[in-house]
């Protein structure tokens, strides 16, 4: 099960941090897994936002590049999403991928 927290309502330029805890998921399904935050908003596809893949390394959506920033931390088998200098734009359903598993999802509002 995949524990999502840190969503909210913030101003246009501010920051958040998400937090994703894979909690009940045992270190050697964790460790080795892809990690990646996506988002959704009504009536459009689910888009990638980060991620760190075994393949592909860590990667960003351009939308994103140089303002958000996902990390790891094994020891608490968590997955974090530092999102900063936020705008309308980034408002969203934020998820948390785990290899198959999904977080429920948590709600990022930016207003204006």
């Known amino acids: 099960q995949l524990v999502e927290s840190g969503g909210g309502l913030v101003q246009t330029g501010g920051s958040l941090r998400l937090s994703c805890r894979a909690s009940?998921?045992?270190?050697?399904?964790?460790?080795?897994?892809?990690k990646a935050w996506y988002r959704q908003v009504p009536g459009k596809e689910r888009e990638l936002v980060a991620g760190?893949?075994?393949?592909?390394?860590?990667v960003y959506a351009d939308s994103v590049k140089g303002r958000f920033a996902i990390s790891r931390d094994n020891s608490r088998k968590t997955v974090y999403l530092q999102m900063n200098s936020l705008h309308s734009e980034d408002t969203a359903v934020y998820y948390c991928?785990?290899?198959?598993?999904w977080g429920q999802g948590t709600q990022v509002t930016v207003s204006s």
């Open positions: 009940g998921m045992i270190t050697s399904v964790f460790n080795p897994n892809d």
């Open positions: 991928n785990i290899g198959e598993y």
């Open positions: 760190i893949f075994r393949d592909r390394g860590t």
